[in-house]
């Protein structure tokens, strides 16, 4: 009777830790995440960008002005972990690497209207969590 016990126990902490670690780490993305899409500042200007366009290929386009039909800025991002926070926000963590030679960490979040993007942005390591009062911290509304 223990080992039956013993066995369903460890068999549920699997499938309830496989579960919990699954909304966190190695998503593979779709073809319709929310990410995906115009987003803009107009508060923003030359750096940060004031458009950025993030694309279903797993790339990025970053415009200073967004009028301008020229990127100042291209990335290309790899979706590792997607869940929602306690308030329905969908929350991202991506790994980019961008064309002007650096690569970093970003964990992005979506409000639960799925019209405002915050992002912090590292070289080292995933953010924690979305700080506005960080360097590297932004804010865009969709267009």
Do not use: C
């Not at 970093?104 to 992002?119: A, M």
């Not at 590292?122 to 360097?135: A, F, Q």
């Amino acid at each position: 009777m223990k080992s039956i016990l013993t066995w369903i126990l460890s068999f549920t902490l699997v499938f309830v830790a496989a579960d919990t670690m699954a909304d966190k780490w190695w998503y593979f993305a779709g073809d319709n995440e929310p990410l995906y899409g115009t987003w803009v500042n107009m508060d923003y200007y030359n750096r940060p960008a004031q458009k950025i366009i993030y694309h279903s290929d797993g790339t990025g386009t970053f415009y200073t002005q967004a009028d301008s039909n020229k990127p100042a800025f291209k990335s290309k991002n790899l979706i590792t972990g997607k869940w929602k926070d306690a308030e329905g926000n969908i929350m991202y963590k991506t790994h980019w690497v961008g064309n002007w030679r650096e690569e970093g960490y970003s964990l992005i979040k979506i409000s639960n209207s799925e019209s405002t993007l915050e992002f912090l942005w590292n070289i080292r390591d995933y953010p924690n969590k979305i700080d506005p009062n960080h360097v590297y911290y932004r804010k865009y509304t969709r267009k």
